[in-house]
């Protein structure tokens, strides 16, 4: 400090840490990169509250908030009182937020009340105003009763002015959810599918209708085809269209092309019990050879990625497109199951990317991209096994008919796997010699079994065979077995054990509900003793009810012996 009671400089500068000291430039353009982290910069020191603080000054209209979510009552109240009951509006409630936050909210603010409005105090004035003032593009509604005068005019009015739109449709007061009345939006026995279909013909095109109480609002006739899947896919316009419990479409124009047609996926949305009808696929005939590549062709592996990041949901789309484009996509492999006769789906494993079906329909908060989201695309083995990668992570099969064998094995041929879960009820010897045997050979690494019951000629050959393929095995029965029959007809397990060890298989793991006399103490003293004496890292479970004492554990070579109601040898590592 100098005799004039100033702090020098060279000393000020010293003792400033480097973010202090950066350019007014410098400083300005990390805001702009990453505007949520005001915030955290607020509270690094009061220089940099400060330079915040003239950085927003200069600017006014900078994005601090993504969202704004009000939820305390409260605060919910004093809107309510102020706005319904006084009566007295300056503007709206958006204004209001305007005014108190400033024009530096991002995609929007939601407002939720607890307490039942019913819509015609709002309809006008607080609805269609706002939204055409303050241009919003997502509107989400959750109604019980509505009594506007004409609520069907004033969806049509909404699709005007919003590009998607969610409707959630709850239980009327007093009146318990019927499934087969027909009800929605306060009217009920209307024929709805020729509204949505102009409603799509505006500026929608984005719609998601929750009617968990009375879904029959659209008849299952309507979803066949010559019917509202068809309108809509006239519209020549690209459509996402979900009403739970009853049908969920797509159509997603093909990429890099112009006056086409769509990519149509058609399934029923979850909790109900029906199958896929069919999956459609219109697009150009593209140059697969890749002999002449286009502009979005040579686009960098890199950047692809960031822009499937983006639209994932256009990532079996694209692998259509061209060989080139289908060897890109192949790099991060995803998951299949297969999960009945007529459809199988894979989930992409990745935790930044976002679909419009998997979270609330308004899309309002940045960070819902980086929460645990996959990918979900449900497509028929016959007709659009090509745009599934040649190889994936896990393959799960879960049916109930002996018949899906066949087409699951003609899946199967086509693609590369790592793991294989099976759950039948019975393993027969037919889904041994059709699925289980032609697998033996392939490079797997697990392979995990589920069944009720085992009716197959040699077992002791098929569980040999398949300790012969893969290092890790899982072995799961569901319902009792009897004392004759024992475990996969074996009444004593112990020397197949000691055989399937001295193959590939490494781990094995067998669990049962009820397992008498299929390990016994001879086998059991057998196995503690022989199988850590291998030279493999073994990793062993099995119910054991054999030993007089319990409890008791202890160590040989580097591997843990525990005799409990599980017999366990577990390799240190």
Same mark, same amino acid.
């Given at each position: ?5 100033? =702090? ?37 020191? *009061? ?179 010559? *019917?509202? /899947? ?44 029906? !199958? ?13 050879? *890749? ?59 990745? !935790? ?74 019975? /393993? ?27 009716? =197959? ?17 899982? /072995? ?40 008498? *006399? =299929? ?29 007089? /004492? ?11 012996? =525990? ?11």
């Amino acid at each position: 400090m100098n005799t004039n009671g100033s =702090i020098d400089s060279a000393s000020t500068s010293s003792t400033q840490s480097r973010l202090e000291q950066l350019p007014s430039e410098l400083f300005s353009m990390l805001i702009d990169y990453a505007p949520e982290k005001i915030g955290a910069l607020r509270l690094a020191s *009061g220089t940099v509250n400060w330079r915040v603080e003239e950085y927003l000054s200069q600017r006014g209209n900078v994005q601090i908030l993504d969202q704004v979510v009000i939820n305390s009552w409260l605060f919910e109240n004093k809107f309510y009182t102020f706005e319904f009951v006084s009566g007295k509006d300056p503007d709206s409630v958006l204004q209001l937020m305007k005014d108190m936050f400033g024009s530096r909210i991002g995609k929007g603010v939601r407002i939720r009340c607890n307490r039942s409005t019913p819509l015609h105090y709002v309809a006008k004035k607080h609805l269609l105003e706002p939204i055409r003032k303050h241009r919003v593009h997502h509107l989400a509604l959750t109604v019980e009763k509505v009594t506007v005068a004409d609520p069907v005019a004033l969806l049509k009015e909404l699709s005007t002015v919003v590009r998607s739109l969610r409707i959630h449709q709850k239980p009327l007061s007093g009146f318990q959810a019927d499934p087969g009345r027909s009800y929605l939006f306060g009217v009920s026995g209307l024929d709805w599918a020729p509204i949505i279909v102009e409603m799509f013909s505006g500026k929608l095109d984005k719609m998601w209708i929750m009617n968990m109480a009375y879904p029959n609002f659209i008849p299952p006739q309507y979803y066949q085809h010559n *019917g509202l /899947i068809d309108d809509l896919i006239n519209l020549g316009k690209p459509i996402w269209f979900d009403a739970q419990k009853g049908v969920r479409f797509a159509t997603d124009p093909p990429p890099a092309q112009e006056n086409g047609d769509y990519f149509l996926r058609l399934a029923y949305a979850s909790g109900t019990t029906q !199958e896929v009808t069919n999956t459609l696929t219109r697009s150009f005939h593209y140059d697969h050879s *890749g002999a002449m590549a286009s502009h979005f062709e040579s686009i960098p592996p890199d950047v692809m990625w960031m822009l499937l990041d983006h639209a994932p949901e256009y990532a079996c789309a694209l692998r259509l497109v061209s060989r080139s484009l289908k060897l890109v996509l192949t790099n991060t492999p995803p998951q299949v199951g297969y999960h009945s006769s007529r459809k199988f789906s894979f989930l992409q494993p990745t !935790e930044t990317r976002l679909l419009f079906h998997q979270c609330s329909i308004d899309m309002l908060s940045r960070l819902e991209k980086y929460d645990t989201k996959s990918v979900c695309c449900q497509c028929t083995v016959a007709s659009d096994i090509d745009c599934l990668v040649r190889s994936v992570t896990k393959v799960g099969v879960y049916h109930e008919k002996t018949a899906l064998c066949l087409d699951v094995l003609t899946m199967l041929k086509k693609i590369k796997f790592k793991s294989l879960t099976i759950e039948v009820h019975t /393993i027969s010897e037919q889904i041994a010699q059709r699925l289980l045997y032609p697998l033996i050979g392939v490079e797997l690494e697990s392979i995990s079994l589920t069944a009720s019951m085992v009716k =197959i000629n040699d077992p002791v050959k098929l569980l040999l065979d398949v300790s012969s393929t893969v290092g890790d095995l899982c /072995i799961s029965l569901k319902s009792q077995i009897s004392r004759k029959k024992g475990l996969f007809g074996l009444s004593d397990w112990g020397p197949t054990i000691l055989k399937m060890f001295s193959r590939k298989t490494d781990k094995l793991w067998i669990q049962i509900l009820d397992s008498p *006399g =299929i390990l016994s103490k001879s086998s059991a003293d057998r196995i503690r003793e022989r199988l850590q004496q291998l030279g493999k890292k073994i990793w062993f479970s099995m119910p054991c009810t054999a030993f007089d /004492i319990r409890g008791h554990s202890y160590m040989d070579n580097n591997h843990w012996i =525990i005799n409990n109601t599980n017999l366990r040898i577990v390799h240190l590592s």
